[in-house]
């Protein structure tokens, strides 16, 4: 490594800034999340992203849907199926069913715990957890994005139900900017709502349990208790959104209830059991080993499985439940007919190395996993390839319009130019994909018009994306889900990709494809917990120290404007600077700052942006789409964005958009960018771990500039802080639906 050759200008001391905001979902199972979700949780910076435009001043009733409110539909559509099969399972469990013995049991207690009928701690007690049915040999019909439209788009409340909740919040003292929040997330009747529970208002977005019980207290009056059982649910069903954020999809009870505990709850388990009575929670029993053999009928109680017990949201457990079954239905459905075994063995044969062993696993089965650093993606593009030669409808999907365009730009070069029927760019987002704004589109029963989906990034899928992927894929598609293990997990809850690499249901194959060059050396050694020290003639890495936050932030400036694109030759413009959060002295909020002072100065005409601006806009929570800033209208804030125009309205704008030249990395995940410049101030210590360096790091092609101010913290973290577990139920549903691989 080098040190930056070129430090022009001295600089003062700056005062140390403070702590940068974690990444939220790298946190705690209950770690409480600023604003949207706090630090990196924000990533989507969308907000309240069910809140669309609805100006239509005509009232048209065939309006065009967005692209993340399209995505958003789909998903809610997506949410009832599943409840709507669940529904279908919840019947009485008659004689002779599939579910017998303690199995049959203990699904009739947790329906009883659930209806309120019994209380939970006997649920808890019961020994051994429910039993799933033998999957449905009919596949439920997939979602199709058409669909979405069919209500018209989704309206923003009505203005007299604003005005209503508007006073109920001025008589209780609470921000009187957060009406249309509240009448949106209760809907009709919501100021009734709140007069009855005024504890309802913790599910808005960034309201904390203090605030709602301030809230309360003025509402409410000496009626007001902390034991008050509407205080105990709500702060229930709060600890469980803010462990979803951290990437949660369930919590221990244990860890639940010592989290109430800590909110002042009393009965922490009286709490538990009126939620879940409620039906606001769900509570599950899932054995410790899954393979351990089941107790024989006249062993003691003591020689009983050990289980732990779970309890979280339905829209996770639904989630959850539909990915097992339709990764199950996707494993045992036979591949479509598509030429013969000799056919995929020729294309096998012209392939290299792994890419060969890829392209034979999809042709044997109906799910596939595919492992590795940046340079492995020229195996699923071998694969693509293969597939449309043998006239599959191939198409692959990304997480980012920036990864879609290099893979698009990867896949022309794997085809040859002067072949006569060369295929068209088949690359989608996974959100584009599923919105049906890109894709092949559904056929006549809904599902995806294809035979083949690569999914690459696929560590960044969390589980209700994953789910309405899988359920969206026709009997017979083959499914190929490839990524980098190493890099930081969804944004949203859930690890689907490590669950699944843990579970071992299906074929797996492994890169042997190295990342070339200093870089490729320093960020595959960072994979295996090794900070190592390269040799970099072209100055691919450059280490520059910093003394404080001020120094810091001079530096990153310095870097980005002047350094980078002398010595190495890469412009501003392509240099992408990634720090660990957005608050704090280097964050992403100051390096913006400090960014758009030098390279765009301007008064901040609309909104705090000028054109020219580099932007950060979320559609919804967990994107980040890389933008421009064009111009500023009636209509809101003209953006590009991946080549594309993009409209955002301008009540959206404080929400959704955000300066881009400074990201974090869960935002800049997917991307990667010719320079690099990684800001890690001293303050940063506590927000390293081993996957934040890795895929920090990652996102630099040619040049990396990594400003140093962490000393021995950023070797302790590569070498000793892996990712922080998150707690799902995913691999126990799936070792239930499908034999384990060998």
Known sequence: MSTEPEPTEETEPGTRGAAPEPEGTEEAPVQEADGAGGGEADAGEGG?????????????????????????????????????????????????????????????????????AKPVAAVFSEPEPPRRPAQDPVRPRPVSAEATGAGGPVGVPAQGAVEAVRRVLAEGGAPEGLAAQVAAVLGEGADDQLRADPWQLLRVTGVRPEQADGFARALLGAECAPDDERRGRAVTVWLLEQ???????????????????????????????????????????????????????????????????????ERYALAEESLADGLARLINSVPKEDGSAADWERAAASAE???????????????VLHTGGEASRTEPAALLVAARGLGLRAWA?????????????????????????APARQVATVAGLLSGAEGPGRDADGALALDLLVVLDAPQLDVETAALLVESLPDGAR???????????????????????????????????????????LVSGIGIGELNQVDAPGKEVVIVPVRDAGEAVHRTVQLVADSVPRAIGVPAEETQVITPGHGGAVGTRALNAALKERLNPGPGRFGGFDPGDRVAYSPAPGRTLPGQVVKADADGLHLTCAGEPVVVPKERVEQSVRHGWALTAHQAVGGRWPAAVVVLPGDAAQALSRPWVYTAFGRAERHLSVVHGVEQALPRAVAEIPAKPRTTRLPVLLRAQAPTSG
Not at 60 to 86: D, M, V, W
Not at 265 to 277: E, F, L, M, R, Y
Not at 403 to 417: K, Q, S, T, Y
Request: a negative charge.
């Open 243 to 313: 462990a979803a954020l951290a990437g949660h999809t369930a919590l221990e009870m244990p860890a639940l209830v010592a989290a109430l505990a800590q909110r002042g709850v009393p009965d922490a388990g009286a709490a538990v059991q009126s939620t879940i009575a409620e039906a606001e929670a769900l509570v599950f029993q899932d054995a410790l080993d899954p393979a351990a053999p089941e107790p024989a009928e006249d062993d003691e109680e003591g020689a009983e499985r050990p289980v732990r017990i779970l309890v979280g949201l």
């Open 397 to 421: 999907a990304t997480h980012s319009p920036l990864g879609r365009d290099r893979f698009g730009a990867l896949l022309d070069e794997a085809v040859p130019h002067a072949a006569p029927h």
């Open 479 to 521: 499914l190929v889900l490839g990524g980098d293990p190493a890099v930081l997990w969804s944004a949203g809850p859930g690890r689907v990709f490590a669950d699944l690499l843990a579970a071992r249901i299906c074929p797996q194959v492994a890169s042997r494809r190295p990342d070339p060059g200093p870089l490729g050396e």
């Open 353 to 367: 190395g792994s890419a060969a062993e890829l392209i034979r696993a999809a042709a044997a089965g109906g799910l």
């Open 48 to 116: 309240d992203s069910a809140d669309v435009d609805a100006d239509d001043a005509d009232g048209a009733e065939t309006a065009r849907l967005s692209e993340a409110e399209a995505e958003l539909a789909a998903q809610r559509i997506e949410r009832e199926r599943i409840a709507r099969r669940k529904a279908e399972k919840q019947g009485p469990v008659a004689s002779g069913a599939k579910l017998s013995g303690k199995a049959a049991d203990l699904l009739a207690a947790v329906r009883a715990v659930e209806s309120g």
